[in-house]
């Protein structure tokens, strides 16, 4: 199924039971529990709140120390092996998730699971990035592009792949405007469950639910218009807070003294 095809009504279960996690030797997430059934998710938080361990948990990377990780019932570390395919995230380092040497080969890849041939598949890429008016991207090296340009492929690389379930790891962080406007139209248009982490909350504020994590929590859970509004509330309190004792801190001023 196309991911530009209009929204259909397939969602994808996504079970998160008393999970710990531990990565190194940093609990990540202590009985963290989780129904994700919506359509539209986004993921909030301070920078080491849990989203990418999050991701990595659903996708099968990292292997919870107790508790289950389970997509559409199937544990989340058997998903590649059982439903190859199904899964696909986008990484927050472009370089952590591309792997050929140029961008038509590395888009052929995404098409794998379905079994057609390597010439076939690449004839399919180059459609796909004519059809996006990218026709002169084929052949470009993926040294050659920018950050925000990488990023780019790296979502062209899932569309093309079209699993159920998307998982978006800042996806946002180096486009350009346009790139973020088009990024968010397509995400719009897509017919899976997206889930997207991102501290751009303007890209999540619309969705049915978005989840604050603090410190691999749960902080608050619901409308993607109250969870942004009570994430942005807490930060500006602790920046306050901040310059209060920054403040205190400071010597007294040359009027004072004098
Ligand atoms: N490879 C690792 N080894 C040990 N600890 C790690 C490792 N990767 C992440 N952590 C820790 O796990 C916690 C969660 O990190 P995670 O990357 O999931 O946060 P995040 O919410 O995605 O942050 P950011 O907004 O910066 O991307 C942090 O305390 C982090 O320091």
């Not at 996708?59 to 990780?69: A, H, I, K, M, N």
Request: with cysteine; aromatic share 4%; proline share 4%.
């Amino acid at each position: 199924m196309s991911i530009l095809q209009a929204k259909s009504n397939a969602i994808s279960l996504l079970d998160i039971h008393d999970v710990t996690l531990l990565r190194g030797s940093c609990k990540v997430f202590d009985a963290l529990t989780l129904q994700l059934n919506e359509s539209r998710i986004g993921l909030i938080g301070d920078n080491g709140a849990g989203k990418s361990s999050l991701f990595r948990m659903i996708c099968g990377l990292d292997t919870p120390q107790s508790g289950s990780v389970r997509v559409r019932h199937i544990d989340a570390h058997q998903v590649n092996s059982k439903r190859p395919g199904m899964v696909g995230m986008m990484f927050q380092n472009p370089d952590d998730q591309i792997i050929f040497p140029t961008v038509e080969e590395e888009l052929a890849l995404g098409l794998s699971p379905s079994g057609i041939s390597r010439r076939e598949a690449i004839t399919r890429a180059r459609d796909f990035l004519a059809s996006r008016g990218l026709a002169h991207w084929s052949e470009r090296t993926i040294g050659s592009l920018s950050q925000g340009q990488r990023q780019h492929v790296c979502w062209l690389a899932l569309m093309i792949a079209s699993p159920e379930l998307l998982l978006l790891d800042e996806p946002f962080a180096s486009l350009d405007l346009p790139g973020q406007a088009l990024l968010g139209m397509d995400i719009a248009k897509a017919s899976q469950q997206v889930i997207v982490s991102t501290h751009l909350l303007h890209h999540v504020r619309s969705f049915e639910r978005v989840i604050w994590l603090d410190k691999g929590q749960v902080r608050a859970d619901g409308s993607g218009q109250s969870v942004c509004a009570a994430y942005e509330s807490d930060v500006a309190a602790r920046l306050a807070a901040q310059a209060l004792s920054f403040n205190d801190g400071l010597p007294d001023s040359p009027e004072s003294i004098r």
